[in-house]
């Protein structure tokens, strides 16, 4: 059973009293109904916990439905990425993917049988006309000057719309309910209009295309959706849902509402996500700085983590926002435990061991994780020639510093303690190499009159793995970018330092047969893997050891 379906919330406790009542037999059948017009972000992982863990929990079942309605927007590349996002979430919908342009046949003839029934009407008002005679809401609206032609007339002009007669946006077909409700949406809304565009799952069939509200409810109907779980902005169009359901002599799914996935640092509005991707802000959809579900498993993100994430934010009716850090905690958390260690120096300089032989390598043997013997151990060559991170030196340095510095002694980690003698540099004074001394009684041990003043990391220069080590950071430095900022939008509060590139950075040799998407702990830098896509020895940071944000915001 996955984390979303081990505790409770206000959704099941509907379903046991639907239960217990008997009202579907005890049958729990939902539904995951994304648009194909973008990837899945971290927002639809919420949702797609929700409905597949409910359906776990029940021992029901999960359909994979696309709404899949408004073709100019769609594409299969955005249909087949959400397939891959679900299935590596670890969930299984039911039988085939379901669209719901499987339904169009019966979607039109439900909209049949409105218009002969006198509840659906064709309409030739233009938009702005529409606005204008759909009131305010403090107003109410005016009934369409076509709102009263008989059922005959708007079958003829509806069927006329399907052969292709008129424009787009020429006609509409408008449900008849009432124009002077206090619920916009039930002021005579459009359920069908033209759109004379190639469909990707039904070709050149069909020009005129329902729509969502239209759509989605009666799909629901169709294949039985018990329980039609969606987020709070669908809750002022439930009498929409419940009144087409109804008008059709149909099933009647019950709606529920729960409030969605709000992230600080981060947008998952689709239109922005794809403005991000299309002016070039980010590499692509997957990009790893992307909140996108692919974006964060290109990152390193585990399914686990997204999973727990969601289970820890919990499902309620109340809006609020989620911090960043509560999601990076959740990687930290899995990653810590079940992510091997490694070395790797990311802003390498050389050390050379003046007393150590030319032609002598050794091989130390450590553990691949402090905590867990489970997880093995791993062989590191060690030899004359090694590098550091050039930030664990300093000249003179700071007080209290505890990592290697002329005079000083440290210990390298899993090996032998080291003292710095001289630092070589160059025509310009930049440090280029450190020579210095070991001590081989102190492999393991700490014999007496040695302070060694820190543990680094170190790798051996003759061994080493050549690598391109991407630092990703979040891409918003504004905790709410999509919030209304006076003369700015979203864009401005992209975070420059967003990814910073260690070109040069050298890798122990173990990592040369690390697997793509595989996370590492980089001692003492943080969580890293290797990119899923891209060729040679490319890696990422998934995310840092400790909240950096956290300590900024502070000083702050």
């Known amino acids: 059973m996955s984390e979303a379906s081990k505790t409770g919330n206000f959704i099941t406790q509907i379903i046991d009293k639907d239960n217990e009542t008997g009202k579907h037999g005890g049958k729990v059948l939902t539904r995951f109904p994304p648009e194909p017009n973008g990837y899945l972000h971290i927002g639809h992982a919420k949702s797609i916990c929700l409905n597949f863990g409910i359906a776990e929990r029940y021992q029901g079942q999960c359909n994979l439905r696309f709404d899949d309605t408004n073709p100019e927007k769609e594409s299969v590349e955005y249909i087949e990425s959400i397939k891959r996002d679900v299935e590596w979430l670890g969930f299984e919908w039911a039988g085939e993917p379901k669209f719901a342009s499987d339904y169009f046949d019966k979607l039109y003839d439900f909209a049949c049988n409105l218009i ?237 061991l003046t007393n150590y032989p030319e032609d002598k390598d050794e091989i130390f043997t450590v553990a691949n994780h402090p905590k867990n013997e489970a997880a093995g151990t791993r062989e590191v060559p060690f030899s004359k020639h090694l590098f550091i991170d050039a930030a664990d030196f300093e000249e003179i340095p700071p007080r209290k510093w505890k990592r290697l510095s002329l005079g000083n002694a440290v210990r390298l980690r899993g090996g032998y303690v080291i003292t710095c003698d001289e630092a070589i540099k160059d025509a310009d004074g930049n440090v280029v190499e450190l020579l210095c001394r070991y001590d081989s009684e102190t492999l393991g041990v700490n014999p007496e009159g040695y302070k060694p003043k820190g543990v680094i990391h170190w790798v051996s220069a003759k061994h080493a793995v050549d690598a391109k080590v991407r630092l990703y950071d979040r891409l918003f430095n504004e905790e709410a970018p999509d919030a209304r900022h006076v003369d700015k939008t979203f864009l401005d509060f992209i975070n420059p330092e967003s990814i910073k590139i260690a070109e040069n950075a050298k890798l122990e040799s173990s990592l040369a047969n690390a697997k793509p998407g595989v996370g590492f702990q980089f001692e003492r830098e943080g969580y890293f893997c290797r990119d899923l896509k891209e060729e040679g020895m490319v890696f990422n940071r998934t995310v840092t050891l400790r909240d950096s944000w956290a300590k900024l915001e502070a000083k702050g």
């Open 116 to 352: 002969r029934e006198g509840k659906a009407y064709v309409c030739e008002l233009d938009g702005e006309q529409m606005r204008e005679y759909r009131g305010t809401l403090k107003e109410p609206g005016k009934n369409s000057p076509f709102r009263d032609r008989t059922p005959e007339e708007n079958l003829a002009l509806f069927e006329e719309m399907r052969a292709g007669k008129y424009a787009d946006g020429e006609k509409v077909l408008r449900a008849k309910i009432d124009m002077a409700s206090p619920n916009i949406n039930l002021r005579d809304p459009i359920i069908y209009r033209i759109r004379h565009i190639h469909h990707h799952q039904t070709g050149d069939k069909w020009c005129v295309y329902p729509m969502y509200d239209f759509t989605h409810s009666l799909s629901d109907a169709i294949e039985g959706i018990t329980h039609s779980i969606c987020t709070l902005e669908f809750q002022d169009h439930r009498p929409l849902y419940d009144w087409t359901v109804d008008a059709a002599h149909t099933f009647h799914p019950q709606q529920i509402e729960f409030a969605r996935l709000n992230l600080n640092y981060t947008v998952t509005s689709k239109r922005k996500l794809k403005q991000l991707v299309d002016e070039k802000h980010v590499d692509s959809w997957d990009d790893p700085r992307m909140p996108t579900i692919s974006g964060m498993r290109r990152r390193g993100f585990t399914p686990a983590s997204i999973r727990n994430f969601c289970e820890r934010i919990g499902v309620t009716k109340s809006d609020s926002v989620v911090d960043f850090g509560m999601l990076e905690h959740a990687i930290r958390e899995d990653l810590d435990a079940n992510a091997n260690r490694a070395m790797a120096v990311l802003n390498p300089i050389k050390v050379t």
